[in-house]
């Protein structure tokens, strides 16, 4: 795509970039690689990803910023197949939102309470009243 760009004059600022491993391969926010001759999943961030997430000080309802940061250690939990790669993720979000104005103390509660879940019950879908009554 990059050479093609450059023949053909077009003036980008995108650039296109492969990386190759032949243990580990990234898709969105997930890597997958080999470890114990099984393959298991980990967060991936983007080097260039800003954590710039909703302001603690921003007009939002009180269940809204809770919900913010739970939403978070959650997915980091379902996507981290072992608990020491939940741990080094959430250890990470927990230092990122500080700068949106969120507690350490409340933060690390809050991946605490996310550990403690089990990650088989976070994978599958939360059945509710309204999708009984669809069926």
Do not use: G, P, Q
């Given at each position: 795509c990059n050479s093609y760009?450059?023949?053909n004059s077009y003036n980008s600022s995108i650039k296109f970039t492969m990386e190759y491993s032949r243990s580990d391969v990234v898709f969105l926010?997930?890597?997958?690689k080999k470890h114990d001759g099984a393959?298991?999943?980990?967060?991936h961030c983007k080097p260039t990803a800003t954590h710039t997430y909703l302001h603690k000080l921003s007009d939002h309802p009180t269940h809204t910023l809770r919900a913010n940061p739970l939403s978070q250690f959650i997915r980091i939990r379902r996507i981290c197949h072992l608990l020491t790669?939940?741990?080094?993720?959430a250890t990470q979000f927990i230092n990122f939102y500080p700068n949106r104005g969120y507690?350490?103390?409340?933060l690390t509660k809050i991946a605490t309470e996310?550990?403690?879940?089990?990650?088989?019950t976070l994978l599958h879908k939360k059945v509710t009243e309204k999708d009984n009554d669809s069926t």
């Open positions: 760009a450059t023949k926010d997930t890597k997958v393959l298991i999943t980990e967060l790669d939940y741990r080094k993720h507690s350490v103390k409340t996310v550990e403690a879940r089990d990650r088989n």
